[in-house]
């Protein structure tokens, strides 16, 4: 049976809990978490997390893999993260093409260079990991603002990974957009140079605009019409595919970002025959 592609999801954030106990709203088709942020929470916390994991499907979208450090693999911390998915289920499990830790945690998303060796190495590590959790590893093309030692164009080295390690990609479209003003490519061009049949699914969200040529992805902000126009064009280019709204800080009401989910169903039935459109 063929997977639905028309799927819509939403962050969940540990403020939600109490306003999702009772009735989750029925436009988000799935939810997504970083592990890092629910491991070591038992008691209440845990229990209202496997409530809900036990009523709606959930992606995990880490945080702190590191896939890119040259510090060896955490294959313990890698062992917990496969014990978490399956304690809920859960068989997606997401990261960033990028490092943050380097003889100690970085705290912040780090630039991996794009080299052939690096494409080589980052591919061992992916390996590693999906041998632990017994899953495919889902690669998520990230921002970024310099790009150290570059001999590849970040579409070339995105690529290669993805060949290379034969993982999934988490196509973030935001991503996309705030790389192409930050360094001065055609977003659409790269879009479409994103190889289909290894989107698992996507991420789109809002970010801050630091000047007219530099943009900050924070996810904290409404996504803007330009990255609603990429969303549009993935999904003529590529299909409709499951895709999530990130929303990490300035995090308004439900219903607010309902608006934006219903915004994301309502690309996706533009795409899809009648019959595929939700009811």
Same mark, same amino acid.
């Given at each position: &049976?063929?997977?639905?592609?028309?799927?819509? /999801?939403?962050?969940?954030?540990?403020? &939600?809990?109490?306003?999702?106990?009772?009735?989750?709203?029925?436009?988000?088709?799935?939810?997504?978490?970083?592990?890092?942020?629910?491991?070591?929470? /038992?008691?209440?916390?845990?229990?209202?997390?496997?409530?809900?994991?036990?009523?709606? $499907?959930? #992606?995990?979208? /880490?945080?702190?893999?590191?896939?890119?450090?040259?510090?060896?693999?955490?294959?313990?911390? =890698?062992? !917990?993260?496969? *014990?978490?998915?399956?304690?809920?289920?859960?068989?997606?499990?997401?990261?960033?093409?990028?490092?943050?830790?380097?003889?100690?945690?970085?705290?912040?998303? &780090?630039?991996?260079?794009?080299?052939?060796?690096?494409?080589?190495?980052?591919?061992?590590? =992916?390996?590693?990991?999906?041998?632990?959790?017994?899953?495919?590893?889902?690669?998520? @093309?990230?921002?970024?603002? *310099?790009? $150290?030692?570059?001999?590849?164009?970040?579409?070339?080295?995105?690529?290669?990974?993805?060949?290379?390690?034969?993982? #999934?990609?988490?196509?973030?479209? @935001? @991503?996309?957009?705030?790389?192409?003003?930050?360094?001065?490519?055609? *977003?659409?061009?790269?879009?479409?140079?994103?190889? !289909?049949?290894?989107? *698992?699914?996507?991420?789109?969200? /809002?970010?801050?605009?630091?000047?007219?040529?530099?943009?900050?992805?924070?996810?904290?902000?409404?996504?803007?019409?330009?990255?609603?126009?990429?969303?549009?064009?993935?999904?003529?280019?590529?299909? =409709?595919?499951?895709?999530?709204?990130?929303?990490?800080?300035?995090? $308004? $009401? &439900?219903?607010?970002?309902?608006?934006? =989910? @219903?915004?994301?169903?309502?690309?996706?039935?533009?795409?899809?025959?009648?019959?595929?459109?939700?009811?």
């Amino acid at each position: &049976m063929t997977k639905a592609q028309n799927l819509v /999801g939403l962050g969940l954030r540990r403020e &939600m809990l109490d306003e999702l106990a009772d009735s989750l709203p029925e436009q988000v088709d799935f939810w997504e978490i970083a592990p890092e942020n629910w491991i070591p929470l /038992g008691g209440g916390y845990g229990r209202k997390l496997r409530a809900l994991t036990s009523k709606r $499907p959930f #992606k995990t979208h /880490g945080l702190s893999l590191s896939i890119g450090s040259p510090d060896p693999l955490d294959t313990e911390f =890698v062992k !917990t993260v496969k *014990a978490f998915l399956d304690l809920h289920g859960i068989e997606d499990y997401s990261e960033h093409l990028s490092y943050c830790s380097a003889d100690g945690h970085l705290y912040d998303l &780090m630039p991996i260079p794009f080299t052939e060796e690096a494409v080589k190495y980052v591919a061992e590590r =992916v390996r590693q990991v999906q041998d632990i959790i017994e899953r495919p590893l889902i690669l998520e @093309n990230v921002s970024y603002y *310099a790009a $150290p030692g570059q001999e590849l164009s970040e579409q070339e080295f995105t690529l290669a990974v993805l060949q290379e390690a034969d993982c #999934k990609l988490l196509l973030d479209v @935001n @991503n996309i957009y705030v790389n192409s003003v930050n360094h001065g490519y055609d *977003a659409e061009s790269f879009l479409k140079a994103m190889p !289909t049949e290894r989107i *698992a699914y996507a991420h789109i969200a /809002g970010h801050y605009n630091e000047a007219e040529d530099l943009i900050v992805d924070t996810h904290g902000a409404d996504v803007i019409e330009p990255v609603w126009e990429l969303l549009d064009r993935a999904y003529a280019c590529h299909g =409709v595919f499951p895709t999530l709204l990130e929303r990490d800080f300035n995090i $308004p $009401p &439900m219903q607010v970002l309902l608006q934006e =989910v @219903n915004r994301i169903h309502a690309l996706q039935d533009k795409h899809l025959p009648a019959l595929g459109k939700r009811a």
